[in-house]
Protein backbone atom coordinates (compact mmCIF):
# COMPACT_ATOMS: atom_id res chain seq x y z
CA UNK A 1 0.00 0.00 0.00
CA UNK A 2 1.16 3.56 -0.68
CA UNK A 3 0.70 6.48 0.87
CA UNK A 4 1.39 10.77 0.51
CA UNK A 5 1.79 12.43 3.70
CA UNK A 6 2.35 16.35 3.73
CA UNK A 7 3.86 17.99 6.67
CA UNK A 8 4.91 21.64 7.47
CA UNK A 9 1.79 23.77 7.82
CA UNK A 10 1.45 26.34 10.23
CA UNK A 11 0.69 29.74 11.03
CA UNK A 12 2.97 32.33 10.10
CA UNK A 13 3.28 36.30 9.66
CA UNK A 14 3.44 37.83 6.21
CA UNK A 15 7.21 37.77 5.12
CA UNK A 16 7.85 34.65 7.00
CA UNK A 17 9.07 31.24 5.91
CA UNK A 18 7.47 27.50 5.83
CA UNK A 19 8.95 24.58 4.49
CA UNK A 20 6.30 21.91 3.48
CA UNK A 21 7.39 18.22 3.26
CA UNK A 22 5.43 15.39 1.06
CA UNK A 23 6.30 12.17 1.89
CA UNK A 24 5.63 8.70 -0.15
CA UNK A 25 6.13 5.59 1.65
CA UNK A 26 4.85 1.75 0.86
CA UNK A 27 6.35 -0.69 -1.98
CA UNK A 28 7.42 2.03 -4.27
CA UNK A 29 8.85 1.79 -7.71
CA UNK A 30 9.42 5.19 -7.88
CA UNK A 31 7.85 8.40 -7.54
CA UNK A 32 7.22 10.15 -11.19
CA UNK A 33 6.36 14.39 -11.11
CA UNK A 34 4.96 15.42 -8.37
CA UNK A 35 3.15 18.90 -7.79
CA UNK A 36 1.81 20.96 -5.08
CA UNK A 37 -1.61 21.90 -4.98
CA UNK A 38 -3.34 24.68 -2.90
CA UNK A 39 -6.97 25.79 -2.25
CA UNK A 40 -8.14 28.74 -0.67
CA UNK A 41 -11.64 28.86 0.80
CA UNK A 42 -14.46 29.08 -1.51
CA UNK A 43 -12.48 29.11 -4.68
CA UNK A 44 -10.40 26.24 -6.89
CA UNK A 45 -7.74 23.85 -6.38
CA UNK A 46 -4.71 25.52 -8.04
CA UNK A 47 -1.44 24.07 -8.97
CA UNK A 48 1.49 26.44 -7.07
CA UNK A 49 4.91 24.05 -8.35
CA UNK A 50 5.78 20.79 -10.32
CA UNK A 51 8.72 18.81 -10.35
CA UNK A 52 9.13 16.43 -13.03
CA UNK A 53 11.45 13.17 -12.32
CA UNK A 54 14.31 14.59 -14.03
CA UNK A 55 13.93 17.45 -11.89
CA UNK A 56 12.05 20.41 -14.24
CA UNK A 57 10.33 23.05 -12.17
CA UNK A 58 7.53 24.86 -12.99
CA UNK A 59 6.03 27.38 -10.56
CA UNK A 60 2.51 29.38 -10.86
CA UNK A 61 2.98 33.31 -11.45
CA UNK A 62 2.39 34.52 -8.21
CA UNK A 63 4.38 31.79 -6.52
CA UNK A 64 7.95 32.74 -8.75
CA UNK A 65 10.65 33.89 -7.07
CA UNK A 66 9.41 33.01 -3.51
CA UNK A 67 8.74 29.57 -3.64
CA UNK A 68 11.18 26.76 -4.27
CA UNK A 69 10.07 22.83 -5.07
CA UNK A 70 12.58 20.35 -4.55
CA UNK A 71 12.99 16.79 -4.27
CA UNK A 72 15.13 13.81 -2.80
CA UNK A 73 14.42 10.68 -5.15
CA UNK A 74 16.57 8.95 -2.08
CA UNK A 75 14.20 9.26 0.31
CA UNK A 76 10.89 9.36 -2.10
CA UNK A 77 10.58 13.23 -0.80
CA UNK A 78 9.51 16.29 -2.42
CA UNK A 79 9.49 19.55 -0.49
CA UNK A 80 8.30 23.17 -0.50
CA UNK A 81 9.86 26.31 0.63
CA UNK A 82 8.23 29.04 1.04
CA UNK A 83 9.65 32.61 1.55
CA UNK A 84 8.39 35.81 1.57
CA UNK A 85 4.77 34.38 2.36
CA UNK A 86 1.48 36.83 1.99
CA UNK A 87 -1.61 36.52 3.44
CA UNK A 88 -3.33 35.92 0.18
CA UNK A 89 -0.85 32.22 0.50
CA UNK A 90 -3.44 31.04 3.12
CA UNK A 91 -4.77 27.78 1.80
CA UNK A 92 -4.85 24.28 2.46
CA UNK A 93 -1.40 23.04 0.28
CA UNK A 94 -1.94 19.66 -1.03
CA UNK A 95 0.50 17.26 -1.94
CA UNK A 96 0.11 15.33 -5.95
CA UNK A 97 1.94 12.35 -7.13
CA UNK A 98 2.22 9.57 -9.93
CA UNK A 99 3.49 7.04 -8.21
CA UNK A 100 4.78 3.69 -9.57
CA UNK A 101 4.25 0.35 -7.41
CA UNK A 102 4.41 -3.73 -8.21
CA UNK A 103 1.46 -5.57 -7.39
CA UNK A 104 1.61 -8.63 -9.63
CA UNK A 105 2.86 -6.01 -12.35
CA UNK A 106 3.72 -2.43 -12.41
CA UNK A 107 1.00 0.47 -12.00
CA UNK A 108 0.94 3.68 -11.67
CA UNK A 109 -1.45 5.54 -9.88
CA UNK A 110 -1.86 9.37 -9.17
CA UNK A 111 -1.87 9.96 -5.52
CA UNK A 112 -2.87 13.06 -3.07
CA UNK A 113 -2.32 13.51 0.15
CA UNK A 114 -4.53 14.68 2.89
CA UNK A 115 -3.48 18.12 2.52
CA UNK A 116 -1.46 20.35 5.81
CA UNK A 117 -3.53 23.80 6.47
CA UNK A 118 -0.90 27.37 5.82
CA UNK A 119 -2.49 30.47 7.57
CA UNK A 120 -0.32 33.41 6.79
CA UNK A 121 -1.39 36.85 9.05
CA UNK A 122 -1.03 40.03 8.18
Known amino acids: QVQLVESGGGLVAAGGSLRLSCAAS????????VGWYRQAPGKQRELVAR???????NYADSVKGRFTISRDNAKNTVCLQMNSLKPEDTAVYYC????????????????WGQGTQVTVSS
Open 51 to 57: VTTGGST
Open 96 to 111: NAVITYYSGGYRAIDY
Open 26 to 33: GSIVSVND
